[in-house]
């Protein structure tokens, strides 16, 4: 479950003013139900299990789903095996960045823990699509601004 800063003794607790308490005990119980929900943790106490279940499974089909628009390449690769891998992605890993960031997160995560990708060519064809998509090194801002300033002294 996501650690909510707050205040670690319980002397400190009741040393806030109630509206602070309030809104710490909702944002832990934010935290677990995001984590049942998202994080594969344990349902809060009072939520239907069966319910949070279907939730959990809608969310991480979704995200398959959003997955497979940003990078179509990647269902077609992987072929049937895509909606198993792109679940226990889901399940493994939130979501933190933007969507391209979870494609290739879900692709480096595919080549270390092989499962689909321990297919030579599905192996091979995902390196490609990696590469593709990684950002290439940097380069010095130093060498960014000399090349216009260059072509100004050749004017």
Known sequence: MPEIPGPAEPAERDALDPLDAARHRLALAQAELLAALVGGGPPPAGFDVDRLRVQSE???????????????????ILGSGYRAAARRHAERHPLTGGYHEDAV??????????????????????TRWLG?????????????WKAPLRRREER
Do not use: T, W
């Open 58 to 76: 809608a969310l991480a089909a979704k995200r398959a789903r959003v997955l497979a628009k940003v990078a179509p390449e990647l269902p077609e």
């Open 105 to 126: 997160a879900f692709v480096r995560q595919l080549l270390a823990d092989g499962g689909p990708a321990d297919d030579p060519a599905v192996r091979e064809r995902l």
């Open 132 to 144: 593709a998509r990684s950002p290439a090194r940097p380069r010095s801002i130093r060498g960014l």
